[in-house]
């Protein structure tokens, strides 16, 4: 099963919108990995758009991609091959439909290479809430205005959730850190060969944020200099920060570029402070 080493392994062309940022994810994610012999795995979502590629694809439904894989890694590795099982998807799979059969891969250490492109909301159905949705931010389905004042509840920490599954690798990695980003792209292919790996990508989406194309890797090192999406990895639960913030912004720094938090309150914006604060503090005591 030798992959094509031709580049772009991504088709010029694919109809994502301006400054897609699960876009970019995917197209480092291939160049890091073009010397590995590797399977593609996607679901539904907006990066299933990503199938004009010149490596093999394997589609699932959003509850079935990690057994589907488990089950050819397993018998790629029965083989003898050292074949990279690479399942991609978004946080309405991973973090919400499909956590539970994620997380029996985890802890069964299943050799998989599992990528999460976190744009924050379901996009490609019409912006409704995730898991990963932020408190206060708006969505279809957390409407603001007369109707509300956007999503209530945190959001939920899966990766930590997951890294706490004691798999072989976990990280969390930004576009904007595009060293570290292709360093932990490494890290979990090497990880895969011993078990269970998992990357989670923050990865802005310029349509349901409701902000400029162009300010995405801009969104992105807001997010790691503000503590709302600090880089770390864990490497079977021994943590660790990989990028060290000297004097964290306040969270307004990544909110003030998205239409999709401009209606918070001072008391709503007080609160996400307070709870990314929290959130770090914890995450300090993993470390
Ligand atoms: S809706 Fe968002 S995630 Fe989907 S293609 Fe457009 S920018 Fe990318």
Partial sequence: MENEKKAPMISPGLPMCAGCGMELVIRVLYEELKDDDFISF???GCALLTTKVSVPCYGTLFTNMAPSASGVSRELRRQGK???CLCIGGDGMFSDIAFGNLSAAAERGEHLLVVCYDNEAYMNTGIQRSSRTPEGA???????GPKGFGKKQQQ???SLLLAEHNVAYTA????AHMQDFRKKIRAAREAAREGFAFLHVLAPCPTGWKSKPELIIR???DAVNTNYFPLWEARYGQFRITVKVKDPKPVTEFLQTQKRFSHLTE????QLQEDVDANFEHLLKLC
């Fill in 82 to 84: 050292d074949t990279v």
């Fill in 267 to 270: 008391d709503q914006v007080r």
């Fill in 42 to 44: 996607g679901g539904p």
């Fill in 172 to 175: 969390t990695c930004s576009p």
């Fill in 219 to 221: 969104q992105c090192r």
């Fill in 138 to 144: 708006w969505t279809n389905t957390t409407p603001t």
């Fill in 156 to 158: 939920k920490p899966f």
